[in-house]
């Protein structure tokens, strides 16, 4: 009933930027809280970065001042800006969301997308 298709992965240096997007569609009443998420090898999955229908954005401590998160509500897009990446930012990032539906729109599903990697190296 909902996807969410994640775009803008891929390799860069040190230092370089990506610009990862988000777009959910399908039978979609409102979404809360969107975000993103990142697994890299061998490790749990983490949050990087999430940010309400209204309110203030949440960052992990190793992204902060790099990373910025937005959204556009009206085309129901996340996205993670990302500057001066590090060889730690390598992991394929997870777009994340929380979505009502028109059947019961007080009820909130935690939907996924498919996973964009990012790779970081020289």
């Known amino acids: 009933q909902v996807q969410l298709v994640e775009s803008g992965g891929g390799l860069v240096q040190p230092g370089g930027s990506l610009r990862l997007s988000c777009a959910a569609s399908?039978?979609?009443?409102?979404?809360?809280?969107m975000g993103w998420y990142r697994q890299a090898p061998g490790k749990q999955r983490e949050l990087v970065a999430t940010i309400p229908s209204g309110g203030s954005t949440n960052y992990a401590d190793s992204v902060k001042g790099r990373f910025t998160i937005s959204r556009d509500n009206a085309k129901n897009t996340v996205t993670l800006q990302m500057n001066s990446l590090k060889p730690e930012d390598t992991a394929v990032y997870y777009c994340?969301?929380?979505?009502?539906?028109?059947?019961?729109?007080?009820?909130?599903?935690?939907?996924w997308g498919q996973g964009t990697q990012v790779t970081v190296s020289s």
């Open positions: 399908g039978r979609i009443f409102s979404i809360n809280e």
């Open positions: 994340n969301a929380d979505i009502s539906h028109y059947s019961d729109y007080d009820v909130y599903y935690e939907y």
